[in-house]
Every structure is written in C-alpha cells, then in structure tokens.
C-alpha cells in the first residue's frame, strides 16, 4: 500500500515426499499431516526462525491464530517432526528416503524432479487454509546512489521477460503477471488457493515469535 516493494515471480510452500515410502493414495496433503501418528519420527522441516519456514510459521499464526498455531508447533514435537538445517536438507533427506516426507519450498522440489529423485510434491491445504505463496522482492534502497539506474533493473526485474526466464529455469518460479508462459510442471499463482495473509504483517509477526514462542520451541526440539 504504501508502494515500498514490488513483488516479482513467487514460490509456494510444498510437501514433498518419498515415493518409495509413501504409496499412490496415501499422500500427505495438508500441513496438519506433520501431526499424523502414521508418520511419526517420518517428517521433517526447515528451522523455522530462518528463510522460508521462518515466514511459513509466522503465516500459519496469522492464518491460524495464536491458539491453533500453538498447538500445531507443540504438536509437531510430540510427533517428532525433524528440524533440519535448511529447505535444502530437507529435500535432500526426503530423497534419499531418511523421512517419509516434509515441507519446502517449489524450487528445492523442482530441483529433485529433475535430478530425478522418487519424489512427489503436493501443494497442501487447497481445500483449507491454501499453499503459502512466497513472492520475491524489489526494493529500491531509500538515498541510495545510483536511483535511476536502480528504478531501471527494478523494472526489468519486473518484465514477463524475466519472469518467463525464472519460470523456465531450475527454480521454477511462479509468474505473478497472467499471459506468462510457464512450462510443463510450473503451476500459475491463480491455479493455486493460496493462504490467505497480509504480507506487511509477517515481518513484524515473525520478529515477535522469533524473540519468543519460536526460539523457545526450537530450543525444546534440539533438546529432544
């Protein structure tokens, strides 16, 4: 609203799992599958005080509310839901067949598709709270040097050029502009129910869990 960022391109939160492990039909499908006593010790996520988990949590408390998003997090500890290091750990382990299945984000998928890992990916929640969309950001430094070169590569950023480009490439970002062409295996951002969050809340949401219910609840993980 107050034309501070401009979004361009966009990831979406996923499930990806092993399809050696998880068969045809029994397929996780929403974020409340990490709390499933059939996959107990079986799934794992990123640390959620960094990166993209880091938002995922700071959305499921504003989508679900404090109590709810509560209770999700002390339950993913009961049901011994592995913290990993990063989005890319968890790809990687989910591959290798370590965890049966966990949450990360469309690029780090994308990359296991084509490496040509067992996996499958699912967008969760599509009929409940939506997969998390994760737009990238332009933002101009405020009397920063160089502005109108800035204003000039923000635009370009901003092109279906580029956004084709990233569409094509092995991050497999999302366009956010309708007419892009995205190939095979690219969702479009309106194909998808997308969770429903104020983006300008998060950061200071996120700064507030971080200081508290988060640091707590990853601390009490890396004591179990």
């Known amino acids: 609203p107050e034309a501070h960022w401009s979004a361009l391109s966009a990831r979406a939160r996923v499930l990806i799992y092993n399809k050696n492990i998880i068969g045809k039909g029994a397929e996780p499908k929403s974020v409340h599958d990490l709390l499933d006593p059939r996959f107990k010790g079986k799934a794992c ?38 913290m990993l290091s990063s989005n890319g750990e968890v790809r990687r ?21 084509k490496e040509g890992k067992p996996v499958g990916v699912v967008y969760p929640d599509q009929d409940d709270l939506g997969a998390l969309i994760i737009p990238n950001a332009a933002v101009l430094i405020a009397g920063g040097p160089n502005a109108a070169a800035g204003k000039k590569f923000i635009d ?69």
């Open 45 to 82: 996520l990123a640390n959620p005080m960094f990166g993209t988990t880091s938002m995922h949590a700071a959305a499921l408390f504003e989508a679900m509310g404090e109590a709810n998003a509560t209770t999700f997090f002390e339950g993913l500890l009961v049901n011994e839901v592995e």
């Open 93 to 113: 382990r989910v591959a290798a067949g370590d965890f049966a299945f966990g949450l990360t984000d469309t690029d780090d998928a994308s990359v296991a598709l």
């Open 156 to 224: 370009y950023l901003l092109s279906a050029e580029v956004e084709e480009a990233l569409a094509k490439s092995e991050a497999a970002q999302m366009p956010l502009r309708p007419g892009v062409p995205v190939p095979a295996g690219v969702k479009r951002v309106g194909d998808l129910k997308a969770m429903a969050v104020d983006y300008t809340k998060l950061a200071a949401r996120h700064e507030k869990l971080a200081k508290g219910f988060l640091k707590a609840w990853v601390d009490k993980n890396n004591r179990q």
